[in-house]
């Protein structure tokens, strides 16, 4: 199987799930919608079997400009991080 894409995901829940792909595109981006309000909030997001989205925060720091040589101060800054859960990683290594 090669890459899923957004479009190819929404597709294949909603075979899966007898499901419109309007309706499967609503709940995802809810999903993805609450899954960054918790991050913005401080709060880690939970799906049981899939893994853990957490905000990673990253602190400023000096950098090189790998054309000039010239140091530059890179900006703090937010991510969003997930962690597997143990099933998930045990399916893909079984």
Do not use: C, H, W
Not at 25 to 51: N, R, W
Request: charged share 25%.
């Amino acid at each position: 199987m090669g890459k899923l894409n957004y479009s190819g995901l929404i597709r294949a829940i909603a075979e899966e799930t007898s499901q419109s792909q309007e309706a499967v595109k609503a709940v995802l981006s809810a999903l993805t919608e609450q899954i960054i309000k918790a991050a913005e909030g401080g709060s880690d997001t939970t799906i049981p079997g899939l893994g853990v989205f957490k905000r990673s925060e990253r602190a400023a720091r000096k950098g090189r400009n790998p054309s000039t040589g010239v140091e530059i101060e890179i900006a703090a800054s937010s991510s969003l991080s997930f962690k597997p859960a143990k099933a998930a990683k045990d399916r893909l290594n079984a």
